[in-house]
């Protein structure tokens, strides 16, 4: 049996697949050790390096004249993500959150504050955060209270952010903030935020997996007009059309991850023998993993079904978006479970990589909308499909 099968590419153009077996190659080879060597639980500068050397950062931002485009089409950003994750899941991770820390600059910042920070972006030289999370305001964002006081033609912002991954270790953040209050999600406003500006602090926060992230905190914190990031209280509007884009593309690390465990449990499946035969040839072996292939496939389908409506213009996107994320995540789960069972204690053993997957797998239920948040969108599509509500 081969996880490899073409005909599971066959909707894929030649380039599209070359860019998936790229990215899993490169992964494997190459970034692996780098990942490897960095720091656990702390953003890795190598691999950011190494990511700009191979130009990944270069499929996220293109330079316009002397202004930048965030130019990555959502099935390329799918594609690289299966692809890293299927191979390094940091470097999966460290690729992500560039994107994802960047993309409201990208989409919605002043000309100037683009030349600013995207270079050292592009170039590999920090990282950015994606700072929408708070203590009191995870899954429902209209409850956000990181204070924007107005201050000249500027704002002074003072409060906490938690779970952002690349926290504290980022150069520049976008950050949400509440400029009216009692507005929910109507008075939120979207800044970006160097991390060295005065009043602003933070700390890492360890997880059960190797993924950086921390909590940051402002005191006071200077803003000035150019670095508000669209309008005054639209914030809420940049970070969904933030979301629109990158939650298929959740779904994309979670099919890499399941391949990479779908790999482990062929390989294992293959050599290992018991009572005289290799394990492939008990039905409850085989069987295991084909109905988990057919649901990874499934999976991986609807996460490019998501990437081509958002290329393709489709709007609202929400609904695709969501039935991918939810359940490429879940199966994800699945599959990596099933691969443990497959290997016995070695697949649990520290330092293995299924052990390895078993920690990453688990977040992605959790952030840019947990699971049950998914299933909100899916079904105000259903029963209220003709209201604002069904986004
Ligand atoms: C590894 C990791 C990285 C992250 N990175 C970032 C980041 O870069 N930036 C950022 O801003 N945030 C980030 N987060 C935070 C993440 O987005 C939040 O954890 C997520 O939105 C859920 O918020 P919460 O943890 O406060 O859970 P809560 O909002 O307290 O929800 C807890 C649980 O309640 C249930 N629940 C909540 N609402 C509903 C509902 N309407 N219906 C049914 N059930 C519901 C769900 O099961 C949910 O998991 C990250 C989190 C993790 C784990």
Redesign the pocket.
Known sequence: MSVDLPVLDAHLSDAERELLQDCHRLAEETLTPIAEAGPEGRVNTDLLSALAEHDLFGRLFAADGDDWRGDVSAIDLCLIREGLARGCTEAETAFA?QG??SFPLLQSGTPAARRRWVPGLDRGEYAA?????E?Q????VSALDLRAEADGDGFRLTGE???????PDAGVYTV?ARTTPGAGARGLTAFVVPADSPGLRGEPLE?V?P?P?GRLIFEDVPVAADQILGEVDRGFAVAMRTLDLFRPSVGAFAVGMARAALDEAVRYANERHAFGRPLREFQAVSHRHADIAARVQGARLLVHHAARAYDAGVRPVAQAAAMAKLVATEVAQEAVDAAIQTLGARGLQRGHRLEHLYREVR???????????Q??IIARGLFAPDTKDAR
Not at 161 to 167: M, T, Y
Not at 363 to 373: F, H, L, M, T, V
């Open positions: 959150v994802l820390g955060g994606f700072a929408l999370s203590p305001a995870g899954s429902d952010k938690v779970w952002i991954s690349n926290a949400f997880l997996a993924h992230v977040a992605p239920r959790i952030y840019e909308g947990a699971s049950e948040i299933r909100e």
